[in-house]
């Protein structure tokens, strides 16, 4: 079966092992998954106000700012990444299970809190997760291309989630509340064993950390700051992609709200949006791939954000389900499209020989907005409405589509390790 997901360029024996355990590891992720966009559900529904909802996304953007650059550098430092990146995706998804477990063992006034408290301490692993993603996938891609393994990962996540979301529309509409969630959670944890035994067997080279002292955190920054300045196309990457994923992570809380309250859907309705999302998204993976090889990454950046742009705004136009329904489909097929360009963009524009380092300023930058826009969101919202909140989302996003229309920013090739 994963045979026929692997690229025919890819000869070499052991890419060739990795390139389907990446493909497997996708599998059993896609299936733990599932059950995370039920998580803002779940606390809206046990009468979560919208700050505790905010703060799902922002917990790991805080932690992430502040730790990201000095945990950037310490793994610089390491060897082998491949354990690392193995438990730490298995420790981020046990907090489903978690999640699952806590109303039965804890009384009910406690649930909210106990339950943001496992998803603040998960935060940490969540960090390293997100920095070693990029740096080992890249790795296992190699010479055949990030486009090309990430394209075909992410489908099986769409595939394997789409029917996971759909068992898990019907489970909600047919059991009682709480016991109808908990069951999900625990059962959609099954998958981080999964995916911690594929990720364990992945074989990547081997880091050679330079000998170095032991840097200070404030002394980390500056060194990490000062490396990156000397790459002006990482910086203008960097800035806009900012920008665009501040509108991102403004609207991210506000639609699980916006769902539940405002439109009032049923938890049937919002698993069709999900799996409309992820459905479109796997057929988006293949056709952005093929569009990237005859036109190039730039079209792609810039249709996927002017798309992904419009879909908030129109959202909040609506509260029918099947409108909504259809909106997510037509956005999941750009968010496939950014997906890929994101993670094309970031990797091309930094030194080989840096990976964590750089990855971890950019993912810094991404958390600093994180942080901050979901709980001014949920102020908006508290302020203003729902679809208002959600406008001003969408209108952030186009900022950062305009940003993207200026050429002068992104190379286009791969910045090659430094001499040093």
């Not at 606390?43 to 990201?68: H, Q």
Request: proline share 5%; aromatic share 14%.
């Amino acid at each position: 079966m994963f045979d026929r997901f692997i690229p025919r360029q890819v000869v070499n024996p052991l890419q060739h092992r990795n390139f389907k355990l990446v493909l497997q590891d996708g599998l059993a992720v896609g299936y733990a998954s599932a059950a995370i966009p039920f998580l803002a559900v779940f606390l809206t529904r046990l009468g979560a106000s919208n700050f505790e909802v905010g703060l799902l996304t922002s917990m790991p953007a805080f932690t992430g700012l502040l730790l990201a650059i000095p945990l950037g550098g310490w793994l610089q430092q390491k060897r082998n990444l491949v354990p690392w990146y193995s438990w730490t995706r298995l420790l981020q998804l046990s907090g489903i299970a978690l999640t699952g477990l806590i109303p039965f063992i804890l009384p009910q006034n406690a649930w909210i809190p106990a339950i943001l408290l496992v998803w603040g301490i998960i935060t940490l692993p969540q960090t390293i997760l997100t920095i070693l993603f990029n740096v080992v996938l890249s790795a296992v891609a190699g010479e055949v291309g990030r486009f090309e393994l990430l394209s075909r990962r992410w489908a099986l996540i769409g595939i394997i989630t789409t029917f996971t979301t759909l068992g898990i529309g019907a489970l909600l509409t047919r059991g009682n509340f709480p016991i109808n969630f908990q069951l999900v959670f625990l059962l959609c944890s099954i998958g981080a064993i999964f995916s911690f035994f594929y990720t364990g067997r992945l074989v990547i080279p081997v880091n050679n950390p330079a000998h170095t002292q032991r840097i200070k955190y404030l002394d980390r920054f500056r060194q990490i700051f000062a490396s990156v300045r000397k790459y002006p196309s990482f910086l203008s990457f960097t800035f806009k992609r900012f920008v665009f994923l501040t509108g991102v992570a403004f609207a991210a809380p506000l639609f699980p709200l916006y769902y539940v309250r405002q439109a009032d859907l049923p938890d049937i309705s919002i698993a069709y949006i999900t799996t409309a999302q992820t459905l479109v998204m796997v057929a988006g993976y293949f056709i952005w791939l093929r569009f990237s090889r005859t036109r190039g990454s730039r079209p792609i950046l810039l249709w996927t954000t002017l798309g992904l742009s419009l879909f908030p705004i129109l959202v909040a136009l609506t509260t029918k389900s099947a409108v909504i329904i259809l909106l997510a489909g037509i956005a999941g097929f750009f968010n496939a499209g950014l997906d890929l360009v994101f993670f094309d963009e970031l990797m091309r524009n930094i030194p080989v020989d840096q990976s964590p380092s750089f990855v971890a300023f950019a993912q810094t930058s991404q958390y600093l907005t994180t942080m901050i826009s979901p709980l001014v969101s949920a102020w908006l919202a508290q302020m203003f409405g729902l679809s208002v909140a959600l406008i001003i989302a969408g209108c952030i996003q186009l900022a950062g589509f305009f940003l993207f229309t200026r050429k002068n920013g992104g190379s286009t090739k791969s910045i090659p390790a430094s001499a040093s």
